[in-house]
């Protein structure tokens, strides 16, 4: 796929999540409006969609269809906004911005930040639970890898390892763990729900997994070298957290040099993955091209 | 079941119910330590159980089996603690005490109890999705209970209402908003999983429905009922403090007398859902008197 034509299919892919994230969260029965709005804010702020994205691709990858992927897609993204929400807290990281606005507990308060987060979260499951495309086995699949994407032992016990590592110097193999916890295992999580609905073989699960991994990898060492290459107007965010929290990167630990090479290594070891699928794994391919060279 | 023979069962069942958590909490392999404790430190707090009760108990109310039962009654006392932890936070309630121990954020730290809350509702939607005792159909059911019981549309959005009323004058109708969302709906969720587990018919789940309902508004009520009268040792929570919080409460909208007949209604109402039901329902009729008469 040419450079161009994959902008028009991330452009065209990023509508069809939004869309479908706007019916999601369309109801106006909603007691406490500001929880509704407060939901609203987080999952529908510009965001690249990486996660359902991938798991798009994936599904489309083994021959899957993707409207059968697009609950659990949206599922992902819910999931990914409340991480964001809960990260940004004054508990947490402390910022006030994301995405180019105020971070949600700035915008509204942070007793309502916690609990949009908290509602995300168990909506996400529940938009799974219920969406009628998927069988019951696939749901219960599905629902097993973003809990253990999500949980102590995915994500959140990748922020936990952050928290408890602020200020502290760590090893590299804390930093790979935190890394790998923290973003790795939600875009894991996202290439295998993608694989579950598209019925891919076991082997094709296995490559599709280390794919993820790899990419989670890339994901995160090219968002170590933004924060300190980056500007704040593209990204969204402010530039230079890092270092002011004092938390540890790949570029602090490994230098700039240094971790472009891994960069480059960990797209390349994605490429590899997916040499034994065919052009419907194009989509895949240029995703890790794009999260080894985005500029936001 | 006369009362002696009824504690016996509460602590036979709280046992139960305990050593299934402490099971599903065993694993050593968590390297955030710091996580892995905090979420036991919240879940394996003493506390009465009635949701895993109740949902044991309405199993066995249309012929099911208990031990099909346990995963998803852990998974409701999971996302119980969970809401406890959220609730007690600074932005939220700002509590000290619970379960007759320092509040999760007091013993440990408040980024570590946004952390222990969240992963624990991720592992609660996890036990379920991974229960062998269960079809999937099932599974798929007792996750959409559980998240729509726990979510924006349930104890969420009644979280939320009760935030938004804090020193404000409310009507009777918001304050019942939000306690049937932030304490009933969860309750609901309780009977109904056991109702699923049980294969209960419809009309079955029609009736353990609104006996879940009517538990929810007596237990509320007799909650806040002992904020008044209660004794804060024996409630294991500091006493008074909807008043400090300047809470809507039934007792501060109905007054006290009020207030205690609207419970004993509220109890005669989930007594005669289970007319039809037989003696397999003793011990749902036995949840319903105890949640009116406890002292703690």
């Keep these: 796929m040419e450079e161009k034509k994959f902008k028009v299919y991330l452009k065209e892919k990023q509508e069809l999540i939004d869309s479908a994230l706007d019916s999601l969260l369309s109801r106006e029965d909603i007691f406490p409006m500001i929880l509704h709005r407060a ?64 971070t949600l ?3 509204f308060n942070e007793g309502t930040a916690i609990l949009a987060g908290d509602a995300l979260l168990t909506l996400a499951f529940e938009v799974v639970a219920v969406a009628k495309r998927l069988t019951d086995r696939q749901v219960r699949q599905i629902i097993t890898e973003l809990a253990i994407g999500a949980g102590h032992r995915g994500m959140v016990g990748g922020q936990q390892a952050d928290l408890n590592a602020e200020g502290k110097t760590i090893t590299p193999e804390e930093l790979k763990y935190i890394h790998s916890h923290k973003t790795g295992a939600l875009l894991v999580a996202s290439v295998l729900c993608g694989a579950i609905i598209g019925d891919a073989g076991p082997k094709q699960m296995v490559h599709l997994k280390k794919y993820g991994q790899a990419n989670g990898l890339a994901f995160q060492i090219k968002d170590d070298l933004l924060d300190i290459e980056g500007k704040s107007a593209k990204l969204g965010k402010s530039t230079g957290q890092d270092k002011k929290a004092e938390k ?8 700039i040099e240094a971790s472009r090479e891994k ?34």
Tied chains: 1, 2.
Excluded: N, Q
């Design 248 to 255: 540890a990167t790949y570029p602090s630990i490994w230098g």
């Design 105 to 107: 507990h700035r915008a």
């Design 39 to 102: 939901m609203r804010y987080s999952v529908l702020a510009p965001g690249k969609r990486i996660r359902p994205i991938l798991c798009l691709a994936a599904c489309m990858a083994v021959g899957g269809k993707e409207e059968d992927a697009l609950a659990p897609a949206c599922a992902l993204e819910m999931i990914h906004a409340y991480s964001l929400i809960h990260d940004d807290l004054p508990a947490m990281d402390d910022d006030d911005l994301r995405r180019g606005r105020p």
């Design 263 to 296: 960069l480059k290594e960990a797209t390349a070891t994605a490429f590899a993955l997916l040499e034994s699928f065919g052009e419907e794994a194009e989509p895949l391919r240029e995703i890790a091209r794009f999260i080894g060279e985005r500029e936001a």
